[in-house]
């Protein structure tokens, strides 16, 4: 490219504690160009970013933006030169609509502002109401938001972090679109993915990070997604074979015409929820997100309650009006969509975490915690989840997305549950431990646990489950054979076209 790079970084370094973030990262960003950062968790991805865009500040190095060396000390630094960010954990209000959440950072009126929300929305597919309050959308809903306003600021380098890990399959191809307009309209964007087949299809420059490191980069377009693994892992891909499941056995999980009115005008009312789960199964519930996964979720963990004790089972017992803690002393154990609020309290340490769920594996004696247990525990489960982290000590909040969500999975699975309820079990975990993940629960199903997946990824559906329900608009298809259907037949489930 004979252009002059739009931003460049040379040298660049960040240090946490004893942590080398990044390290002499060397890179360049061209007008009308999609450049893919890759790496496994804890590469250093968003610490780059959050270089860039002045979230954090470089240790040493240089950042030049059409040639000119830039100091950031904050985003509204970087905004202001025309550097827009849709960060991987969300910055919305909770207590505030989607319009004023906006309007925190974009001049207008509320109503013009609204417009503009559905405008953008409309051609973008990126449909939200602007009046709903935040906390009642789901997170693909306010992945949306969190996307249009940064695109209300007209950025001329865009930087996406995991933009599509919560999409549906269709808005992923709206969104692409999206991106190639931008493109062509001569924007920068920085595009960070775990997906690699989409960095092949989207992106035309691709860095390789590793350890913190720049080792490789490359056009995307020119390697396969295992190639593209071994650049980034640095080693082959293993090859995986899932036996086949045996027959299930009891059934442990039961859910007899659950219905739930919705909470507020923007929530999803659930109606006549029938499903199965035996031990020894994986049951699958695919859906575009806001259609009533979270209220679901919410009532099986015990979160919210059910209108009738008998509408949910769990080992056999009526548990509708129990809370979360009497489901967990059944056997039952729960990964939610969201790690950071609801998986982890973001600044409690690794340990202490830990002893939210797992309290009951002697971590507590006469009401004093024994920290050496949870330390124990802590470790082990770092051990064997991969979870790359300096130790139990460190806050839940300043671990990489993926290797939290390798934790909170880690620790629920290290309780042994008989029945287990995950959402969106890889959502930002990276193309290695995503198979180690789907592996463990493979292996779990083998040991005779139930497990209940709800994920937006088909593919990780017809990998996992014998079973496939479809959850849409509030109310769940009948179960379809994994072997029996395709893709194309739950698509038309997904949105509405077989209820
Ligand atoms: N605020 C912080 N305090 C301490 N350590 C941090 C902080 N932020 C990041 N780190 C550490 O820096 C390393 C790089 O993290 P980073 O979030 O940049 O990785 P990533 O490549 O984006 O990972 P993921 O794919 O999981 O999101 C990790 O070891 C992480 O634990």
Redesign the pocket.
């Known amino acids: 490219m004979s252009q002059p790079a739009l931003l460049r970084l040379a040298g660049v370094s960040k240090r946490?504690?004893t942590?080398q973030?990044?390290h002499e990262i060397d890179l360049e960003v061209h007008s009308g160009s999609i450049h893919a950062v890759l790496?496994?968790?804890?590469?250093?991805?968003?610490?780059?970013?959050?270089l860039i865009y002045g979230v954090?500040q470089p240790d040493s190095g240089h950042i030049r933006w059409n040639g000119q060396e830039v100091h950031f000390a904050r985003p509204s630094d970087a905004q202001a030169l025309g550097i827009g960010m849709v960060f991987?954990h969300f910055s919305l209000f909770e207590t505030l609509s989607v319009v004023q959440n906006v309007s925190l950072m974009i001049p207008g009126k509320p109503a013009d502002l609204a417009q503009k929300i559905t405008d953008l929305g409309d051609q973008f597919g990126l449909s939200v109401d602007p009046h709903a309050m935040v906390h009642r959308l789901s997170v693909g809903e306010r992945q949306r938001v969190e996307i249009i306003r940064c695109l209300l600021l007209n950025p001329k380098l865009l930087i996406l972090?995991?933009p599509t890990s919560v999409l549906p399959p269709q808005n992923v191809r709206r969104l692409f679109e999206t991106l190639r307009k931008l493109q062509a309209d001569g924007m920068a964007i920085l595009f960070?993915s775990?997906k690699l087949d989409e960095i092949r299809e989207l992106c035309d420059t691709a860095s390789v990070?590793r350890g913190?490191e720049v080792t490789g980069r490359v056009d995307p377009r020119e390697h396969d997604a295992r190639s593209l693994a071994q650049l980034m892992i640095g080693r082959e891909m293993p090859n995986v074979a899932h036996a086949a499941p045996q027959p299930p056995g009891a059934e442990r999980l039961r859910l007899n015409a659950l219905g739930h009115p919705r909470a507020s005008r923007f929530g999803t009312t659930l109606d006549g929820i029938d499903l199965k789960l035996r031990s020894g199964e994986i049951v699958g519930i695919a859906g575009i997100s806001g259609n009533g996964q979270q209220e679901l979720a919410a009532l099986i963990s015990g979160e919210s309650r059910a209108q009738e004790p008998g509408m949910i089972e769990i080992m056999g017992k009526k548990v509708g009006h129990l809370g979360p803690m009497a489901r967990r002393k059944l056997g039952f154990a729960f990964v939610p969509e969201e790690r950071l609020g609801r998986g982890a309290v973001p600044e409690m340490s690794l340990a202490d975490n830990s002893l939210l769920t797992a309290h009951s594996r002697s971590m507590l004696s006469r009401g004093f915690i024994r920290r050496s247990v949870e330390r124990a525990f802590t470790r082990e489960c770092i051990e064997a989840f991969d979870v790359?982290?300096?130790g139990p000590d460190?806050?839940a909040?300043?671990?990489?997305?993926?290797?939290?969500?390798k934790f909170i999975l880690g620790r629920e699975i290290m309780l042994n549950p008989d029945v287990m309820l995950v959402s969106q079990p890889t959502w930002?975990?990276?193309i290695g431990a995503a198979t180690a993940i789907r592996k463990r629960l493979l292996d779990m199903r083998d040991q005779g646990c139930a497990i209940l997946v709800i994920s937006e990824e088909m593919d990780e559906l017809f990998e996992l489950c014998s079973k496939l329900h479809v959850l849409h608009n509030g109310r769940l298809s009948p179960a379809l054979e994994a072997a029996e259907t395709t893709p194309q037949e739950i698509g038309r489930y997904m949105i509405g076209a077989e209820t």
């Open positions: 946490y504690g942590v973030a990044n790496g496994e968790n804890g590469a250093g991805k968003s610490t780059l970013m959050k954090e991987q972090d995991e960070i775990h990070l913190g790359r982290t300096p460190a806050e909040g300043a671990m990489s997305g993926g290797n939290l969500q930002g975990v990276d």
